[in-house]
């Protein structure tokens, strides 16, 4: 006999179920037409991808939720629930397909292992998985989930969603029960469940399995009406803005046209582009960018769940018309909290539905910096330094050249052309500790045989700390004056040693026309020794923890050169802090805040450098002069310069030639 | 030949260190030009006065009383000077650079269609021509001027000049002279003075000064320099990047718009040396200088020089101070 | 109320001691690369000016004696927020002394029209006088208070906190008057807004030549100078610093300590 069973046995009316449903339906399409009218409000937007790749994120990322799954139990707890409910749903329609289509699923082999096994399986899965989020939202109370406060909604979602599963499983006990499913040992949670309802009669049963089977639908149906309506909503807004990603790596950001426009930055919530205000519907408030958060894990009122939650919020209220008596920015978006921002870049990182709070902070920092010009003193200071003197640093400081006094490092305008520019950057010409880093690689350059030239007092800054504090006209300036000097030379190639300069000349001049290969020097270097052009001869015994400087690593995705450096270099020792890689801390120093005096909460290089004398190392080694900077202050701070200094790695490898 | 007059203000019977100095560079210029120094006391006056400037080296003591003198009031002071000079027929007027000389040298020059140059470091004279010497472009240069017409009214900056040597015995004239001033002159007037507490001693006077720069990046560690100012039984000053943050109030500022020090030590902690605060601090016979940059500006001025954090290197300087000036 | 500000546009002064350098026959800094800038004070004294604005209304003018250049400071200054812009600018008026500069000044601002305060800088950013807010006072006969770093109008007039020695003064003076302005926390130049820089930039500067004005032969006259200037020097350093040495800040400290009482200095 064909393993089977009858549809809707037991539900002679079962045609009812649609004509049921249409209210349901109506009240879901409403609440879809209602997002999208909200979305709507936004300003259109310039570059959507292609369908493919569309497709592809929404394989990889709503489907396979492979960024979901990077925190395993948390992971595996929202994969049960969502693909639990998603062959649930989807073995409903198999039922369909048979009744209507004529299509035998409800037979045989295929209706043994995935209609009845594999489905309860996920069933159970999902009722697991229902509880364990339950649990850990209001028993465990796990923080990131309540904090900067509750989300509203996750108790009817949870709730409802367990009942409908529940209800479920109740109905198919009653089948099984009252019919004496030959086959329903092939159904566990079914089975199991039938055998706590042997004790009603027959009749009970039937009349039971008839009401729970119509309560299931209706339960099922509210589910889906209400999705539009709370946070469930996300099953769709996720899953869309996950196909609209935008497709620029989290380091770059986009330049606006500045002449002519009549207002600067972003002051409105209808002035975010629609993909913006669809990132603030898509969000679930799980808070992963929040742990993440190096301003909020030191006690900043910064958290990018925070900033989006209050955007939607502020999005919601002005749909409904009560959203006009606080300004944006400044009032529903403190100013504290726009200038904590480091643009590290880890909520970037973290987010399942791939939220973007960088560029939505950027942009209201250009409000503040171009259309009202209120933002911090210091940094101020620093912008007048870098229009005036063209780098941000105060004072009386040397000049371009001066840490290259007795190094005899070329110059273009004396050479004329060389293979590769070094770009020098403001950090290593002005900083006393960062011109060490400048000499040593200069020393390695020159052991190496390579050919190369500086601009000295033709480099200007490249303009990345104006466009990180929002101040996009400077930024433009200094980007127009800089490509003009490399021009001039026909500069091709360009070796950095800081990470910033890296990010800005290679993936933000060609924003402007300016196309240039960039090389970090930690790449360089890395290339040399495996060419065999540089021989480290000297061993140098030292255990040191790579810090992965945020522009370098995260942003850019470069982690392997600087370690492969460490791990040629003879003697020294490696050890891996725990935030390492994508998932490095930040220093504290990006996004302009290396000219902010940080005065609430915990500074967040003393944060990172306590990570760094847990894992006890002697050395911490940077690639970038911000970082270095950072560590050289945190060392101090932590009275830790007896155990632990700080160096570059082109430091170490010129100690090692 | 040229008379040098010179202003004293102020109610004390005992010369002032300002004043001394004004004295000392007067009686240079007259001798050098076999010329004679005036000195007009404003301000309600000490029998005793007079005869300690002249024994300083004024030849004349002049005497303006005025009730309308009592207290500073710049437009009582130019209208004054304005006629004290014109009678005492001064080729020079000598002010000290202090708050009050500097607002009215200019307007008595002008009064009196002369000529007018502030912050002077030295004076020097002879058969053809008096020069003046002051600093230019914040202290980079020295610059000197030649008076081309007289009067030429100058501030002199403290502590740039010798003072005048006391000649016991030496002795000259006093005599009042006629003031007229109408109460409509007077057209400003000074509703409160709110006096910052000075501990311990004065910056202006103190042999040893300890000044903190934008480098202390906040007004806590400027304790630490009470403290070592303390210790040492010298004064707090501050760059003006510190006192245009707030992190210490502006009378504490050593600099070209601050004041002018010239102590037997210097300690300049995390100042970089901008034009602006060495205008302030050149004339210390030793300058000790804390900085994390060793191409930082005030090591070219200094004589010894410490590169490291104040955080570091601050507390272990003085516990070793406090140690050896303990025995 | 309506405020003048007069500001000098100078060769930024926050630079490396290599990049100073002097013209050997003009005596002056030679200018080279480096940028222009509004006299610092003037600054403050133009934030002043627009603080005020913000309390009592009214206009500021922004007044400018320099050469056809300085329109970048008038404009600078338009950026910030005044009203209005005027350049005296002159080949004949280049070479001033101090009191011709005031009496330039002193009769553009008879030709705007004398308002109710003019504000200055207290010292100027380049040559370091600090007579020229005094000198346009006498030009004009009006009071004149200086160093001066906040002010405050009520009933017609002024209230200004004047920095002396020991602490300050808070002076009560009628308008007009003329008042120079000394830096402090409450008067840090604002940054300027895009669109007001933008707008600025296509400004057209008035300028004004010495013929506009009715002036006074004997103050601006060659050969008008009160004082003539022999000579500038960079004063050349003889003794190098001594830097302590030692491989630990604190170490150094300590050196420190021991060479001072050795110099018994301590």
Redesign the interface.
């Known amino acids: 006999m064909t393993p089977s069973r009858e549809i809707y046995w037991n539900i002679p009316a079962h045609l009812l179920l649609y004509p049921l449903f249409l209210p349901f339906l109506a009240a879901f399409l409403y609440g879809c037409y209602r997002l999208v009218k909200l979305i709507w409000i936004g300003q259109p937007d310039k570059d959507i991808p292609p369908i493919g790749r569309q497709l592809r994120e929404i394989v990889f990322q709503a489907v396979l939720q492979r960024r979901l799954l990077t925190q395993r139990l948390a992971g595996g707890m929202h994969a049960a629930i969502s693909w639990g409910f998603g062959i649930l749903f989807a073995a409903t329609c198999m039922v369909a397909i048979q009744e209507y289509f004529g299509v035998p699923t409800l037979s045989g082999y295929f209706y043994l292992y995935f209609m009845s096994l594999v489905v309860d399986l996920f069933g159970l899965a999902a009722v697991i998985g229902v509880v364990a989020a339950l649990v850990r939202r209001y028993v465990a109370g796990t923080q990131r989930l309540w904090k900067p406060r509750d989300a509203q909604g996750y108790s009817l979602f949870l709730w409802l969603l367990l009942a409908v599963l529940v209800s479920g499983f109740v109905v198919e006990g009653l089948r099984i029960a009252a019919t004496r499913d030959p086959w329903g040992l092939w159904s566990p949670g079914g089975w199991v469940t039938a055998l706590g309802l042997t004790g009603l009669t027959h009749a009970q049963q039937t009349v039971l399995h008839r009401v729970t089977w119509w309560g299931h639908a209706v339960l099922a149906f509210a589910f889906i009406a209400l999705v539009p309506y709370t946070l469930t909503r996300h099953i769709l807004a996720a899953a869309a803005n996950v196909a609209l990603r935008r497709p620029q790596p989290s380091g770059v950001i986009q330049p606006v046209v ?2 002519e426009a009549e207002h ?1 930055g972003i002051s409105t919530i209808q002035g975010f582009p629609r993909k913006d205000l669809l990132d603030l519907v898509a969000c679930t408030e799980c808070g992963r960018c929040q742990d993440a958060c190096p301003a909020w894990v030191t006690g900043k009122p910064l958290t990018p769940k925070g900033l989006i939650i209050d955007l939607r919020d502020h999005l919601l209220a002005r749909a409904r018309g009560n959203g006009n008596g606080k300004s944006m920015v400044g009032g529903v978006i403190g100013e504290d909290v726009i200038w904590s921002c480091t643009t590290c870049g880890a909520c970037h990182q973290e987010c399942p539905v791939f939220i973007e709070p960088i560029p939505k902070i950027i942009n209201m920092r250009r409000f503040l ?5 209120r ?1 911090p ?1 210091t940094m ?1 200071a620093a ?3 870098m ?3 063209g780098h941000p640093y ?6 371009r050249t ?1 840490w290259a006094k007795d190094s005899d490092v070329p110059l273009m305008a004396e050479k004329g052309t060389a293979e590769y520019l070094y770009w020098v950057g403001c950090a290593a010409a002005f ?3 960062a011109q060490k880093v400048a000499r040593a690689l200069v020393k390695v350059l020159k052991a190496a045989g390579v050919d190369f030239a500086i601009l000295g007092d033709e480099e200007r800054c490249t303009g990345d700390p104006a466009r990180r504090i929002g101040h996009e ?1 400077l930024f433009q300036m200094q980007a127009r004056v800089n490509m003009e000097t490399l021009d001039g030379y026909g500069v091709k190639k360009i070796i950095t040693a800081c990470p910033h300069c890296f990010n800005t000349l290679g993936n933000e001049y060609g924003q402007f026309g300016g196309h240039y290969e960039v090389i970090h020097h930690t790449v360089f270097i890395r290339d040399l020794l495996r060419q065999g052009r540089l021989r480290p001869r000297t061993t140098i015994r030292e255990t040191v923890a790579y810090h992965d400087a945020c522009y370098l690593g995260r942003h850019n995705g470069i982690f392997d050169a600087p370690r492969e450096i460490l791990g040629i270099l003879p003697g020294i020792q490696s050890r891996e802090m725990e935030r390492r890689e994508e998932k490095g801390f930040c220093c504290g120093a990006g996004g302009g805040m290396m000219w902010f ?1 940080e005065r609430i909460g915990k500074r967040v290089n003393i944060e990172r450098t306590e990570e760094a004398l847990r894992v006890k190392p002697n050395v911490v080694g940077t690639a970038c002069p911000f970082c270095l900077s950072m560590f050289e202050d945190g060392i ?2 932590k009275d830790a ?1 007896e155990q632990l200094k700080v160096m570059d790695l082109a430091e170490l490898v010129a100690r090692a030639l | 030949m040229v008379d040098v007059l010179v202003l004293v203000n102020g109610q004390a019977d005992v010369p002032s260190q300002n004043t001394l100095e004004l004295l000392g560079a007067a009686r240079r210029l007259a001798d050098a030009t076999r010329g004679k120094v005036k000195a007009v006391v404003l301000e309600g006056s000490q029998s005793g006065l007079g005869a300690a400037l002249c024994a300083y080296g004024a030849d004349q003591v002049l005497r303006a009383e005025h009730p309308f003198l009592k207290e500073y009031q710049s437009d009582a002071y130019v209208a004054t000077l304005d006629q004290v000079a014109s009678q005492a027929g001064a080729q020079v007027i000598l002010l000290a650079d202090d708050a009050r000389g500097k607002e009215v040298a200019p307007r008595l020059a002008h009064r009196l269609n002369g000529g007018v140059v502030t912050e002077v470091m030295g004076i020097a004279g002879d058969g053809s021509a008096v020069l003046f010497q002051r600093q230019m472009y914040g202290g980079r240069t020295i610059a000197t001027f030649a008076a081309r017409r007289f009067p030429i009214v100058a501030t002199l900056k403290p502590r740039a000049v010798e003072p005048a040597i006391e000649q016991a015995g030496r002795s000259g004239e006093e005599a009042p002279v006629a003031v007229v001033l109408d109460a409509p002159l007077l057209r400003t007037r000074v509703v409160e003075k709110v006096t910052e507490e000075v501990r311990g001693v004065k910056l202006e006077n103190a042999k040893v000064v300890v000044s903190g720069g934008r480098g202390l990046k906040g007004p806590e560690p400027f304790k630490q320099l009470e403290e070592l100012a303390q210790l040492l039984k010298g004064a707090v000053g501050a760059s003006r990047a510190a006192t245009d943050a707030g992190w210490i109030p502006a009378s504490r500022q050593v600099g070209q718009t601050g004041k002018s020090v010239s102590p037997d030590l210097y300690i300049a902690v995390g100042i970089s040396g901008a034009t602006q605060h060495l205008a302030g601090m050149t004339g210390s016979k030793t300058i000790v200088a804390i900085n994390t940059d060793p191409d930082a500006p005030i090591f070219k001025v200094a004589h010894l020089g410490v590169v490291g954090d104040f955080k570091a290197v601050l507390p272990k300087f003085i516990e070793k101070c406090r140690e050896l000036t303990q025995d | 109320m309506n405020i003048i500000v007069c500001i000098k546009q100078i060769i930024d002064p926050e630079i490396p001691t290599e990049q100073f350098k002097l013209d050997p026959t003009t005596q002056r800094q030679i200018r080279g690369g480096l940028s222009l800038v509004i006299s610092v004070y003037d600054q403050n004294a133009l934030e002043v000016a627009l603080q005020l604005r913000e309390k009592q209304g009214g206009k500021i003018t922004a007044l400018c004696l320099g050469d056809s250049g300085a329109t970048g400071a008038v404009k600078s200054a338009l950026g910030m927020g005044v009203d209005n812009g005027v350049l005296v600018s002159d080949p004949a008026l280049l070479a001033l002394d101090s009191f011709g500069v005031a009496h330039v000044l002193a009769m553009a601002i008879r030709k705007i029209g004398v308002p109710d305060l003019i504000l200055t800088g207290c010292v100027s950013g380049d040559t370091g006088n600090k007579v020229v807010g005094p000198l346009i006072a006498e030009e004009l006969s009006l009071p004149c208070v200086t160093f001066v770093t906040r002010v405050e109008v009520k009933d017609g007039k002024a209230v200004m906190r004047r920095i002396v020695e020991d602490g300050y003064e808070l002076v009560e003076g009628p308008l007009p008057a003329v008042v120079s302005i000394l830096s402090d926390d409450s008067n840090v130049p604002r940054y300027s807004k895009l669109k007001d820089i933008m707008v600025a930039a296509k400004k057209q500067v008035p300028i004004w030549k010495a013929a506009d004005l009715d002036l006074d032969g004997a103050k601006v006259g060659a050969g008008a100078a009160r004082l003539e200037l022999r000579d500038v020097s960079i004063p050349r350093r003889e003794s190098r610093c001594e830097m302590l040495d030692g491989d630990t800040p604190e170490g150094r400290a300590e050196k420190l300590a021991l060479r001072l009482r050795e110099l018994k200095l301590i």
């Open positions: 500045l002449e600067f910096v171009l259309e009202e010009a933002f003193e101020q912008m007048r330094g229009e005036n003197r105060q004072g009386a400081v040397p000049s001066d900083d006393e500790r006209f005096e101090r701070a310069t």
